[in-house]
């Protein structure tokens, strides 16, 4: 064997299996090449860092978050309702009776109605008055809101109704304003809005309803065709972005995936991988507190599912149909889930909360650590992982390995007395199709100026099913484009 390119999938945990080849993608995108040219066709890109845009001032943690249609931002911590201003300045304009679960907000340009899956709430723009809608007319427990054409839609808890409140007015709900999903019969496990529709998810099928316009008889009914035999799993695993709405669901069978759109038609977007690390990470807590979110940076689009009940932080790439996984470094030095949790594009910044407290982060392309919100910095992991080299079960003699980098990343000068860092990577050897790695060994990606630099290591020794795992945590602008080896095939 001579030395051959190792490619590295774009689809990496699309085999669920060891022996297959279980690749992993942490804390990298992909990238398309724009060029049929280029020298790959795809490579991989670190994920932005984290800075912080306002600072911790308590653990509450953030239980959802939300742009306007006027542009304001509002979040709730622990049971304290704020309005994020420009300059990060906090003002508080309500409080709630409950002080933990997820939070749902919508606006209809004049309210901003609120549910947290106790009561419903109602700001006023104009007045800044914050009120709890009459108990005794709302559907008291409702956890989902949505607006279209200025009705505030909520669900009508255990049962598979959905209510809506007077146009214009979200303090005024007549009980018998009400329709039905009514195609299937499972209870209404969550709403939302989409293309001026009404998605309207049950626990293994899906609905889609419109606004007839016939305040008469009925203002909401359902789509004679639209009916998706695909539920919901998690009530605020749904979100959207541009022509696409995603979900956490199953069907009646209970088989759990993650979906998305084609028009008004389910699409499975998750692979057998993705799937069976869902299931090794959340086991037998279940999917149901799983919260998804998406956002827009650098040319792509994000869905990022973050499994609350583990340490597992899912993100898939709209653009380029690819999986990977984010997390972030803990105290004790190992993978937890990503810090950001919910998201919110406003002021020209893709701003986050803060999975362990009340700050807010802005993800920034150009920054390569996490900002801690008690101070100082954390660096970000980055790991891929090889599929298995063999050749027929042969044993190979491993020459040499090179990863190829974005090269000269790093900020020491080549000079004699340069000052600065002069970044390395690690290399993990496994012998075991990847259930372990040992051996670690690490080599320099080239410091500022050396463009030509090769992160290459040498004497590798043999084996017959072997896999390589590249770890980088340096804060650089990290570049992965591709591997290479050279091996000889021993012919036993």
């Known amino acids: 064997m001579a030395a051959t390119t190792v490619k590295l999938g774009n689809l990496p945990f699309s085999s669920p299996y060891f022996s297959i080849g279980k690749e992993e993608c942490q804390n990298f995108y992909v990238e398309n090449s724009i060029s049929d040219s280029s020298k790959v066709p795809y490579y991989y890109v670190s994920i932005p860092g984290l800075k912080i845009f306002v600072p911790r001032t308590s653990s509450k943690v953030c ?3 939300f742009r306007t249609s006027n542009n304001k931002l509002f979040a709730v911590f622990g049971n304290l309702f704020q309005e994020i201003l420009i300059t990060g300045e906090r003002i508080l ?3 709630l009776t409950s002080y933990s679960g997820p939070i749902s907000m919508a606006d209809n340009t004049y309210q901003l109605c609120l549910v947290d899956s106790e009561f419903g709430y109602i700001l006023d723009f104009e007045s800044n008055t914050f009120s709890k809608i009459d108990p005794e007319t709302f559907p008291n427990g409702a956890s989902k809101v949505v607006c279209i054409d200025s009705y505030f839609i909520t669900n009508y808890p255990n049962s598979n109704k959905y209510v809506w409140s007077k146009l214009n007015d979200g303090l005024v709900w007549d009980p018998l304003d009400f329709a039905t999903k009514e195609g299937q019969p499972d209870n209404i496990v969550s709403v939302e809005a ?23 008889t009925q203002v909401w009914q359902r789509y004679q065709s639209a009916i ?3 539920g919901c799993q998690s009530p605020f695993s749904v979100a959207k972005i541009e022509d696409n709405i995603f979900w956490i669901g199953s069907d009646k069978s209970g088989n759990v995936a993650v979906w998305s759109n084609d028009g008004m038609n389910p699409k499975k977007i998750s692979t057998r991988g993705i799937e069976q690390l869902i299931n090794h990470h959340v086991g037998l807590t279940g999917v149901d507190n799983a919260i998804g979110f998406t956002y827009s940076q650098a040319g792509h689009v994000f869905y990022v599912i973050q499994f609350t009940n583990s340490n597992l932080t899912l993100c898939y790439d709209v653009v380029t149909g690819a999986w990977h996984r984010r997390s972030s470094i803990s105290d004790r030095g190992d993978d937890a889930k990503w810090r950001a949790r919910w998201s919110s594009f406003i002021w020209g910044k893709n701003l986050f909360a803060d999975d362990n407290g009340d700050a807010i982060y802005v993800a920034d392309v150009d920054y390569y650590l996490n ?5 100082g910095t954390r660096d970000i992991r980055r790991v891929r992982t090889t599929p298995i080299l063999q050749s027929n079960q042969k044993r190979i003699r491993h020459n040499w390995i090179q990863f190829i980098f974005e090269q000269g990343v790093g900020t020491v000068v080549n000079t004699a007395n340069g000052t600065g860092r002069n970044p390395v990577a690690e290399l993990w050897i496994s012998d075991d199709n990847g259930y372990s790695f040992k051996n670690r060994r690490t080599a320099e990606l080239g410091a500022m100026g050396q463009s030509t630099f090769r992160t290459r290591w040498l004497g590798l020794g043999h084996s017959r099913n072997r896999c390589y795992k590249i770890i980088i945590t340096e804060p650089v602008k990290i570049i992965l484009v591709g591997c290479v080896a050279d091996m000889t095939e021993l012919g036993f």
């Open 228 to 230: 998706i035999d695909v």
């Open 194 to 216: 989409h293309k001026n529709l009404l998605w309207v998810f049950g626990s293994w099928s899906t609905e889609i309803h419109y606004d007839t316009g016939d305040t008469a």
């Open 93 to 95: 304009r309500g409080t």
């Open 371 to 375: 900002d801690l919100p008690e101070g």
């Open 63 to 65: 239980r959802g978050m």
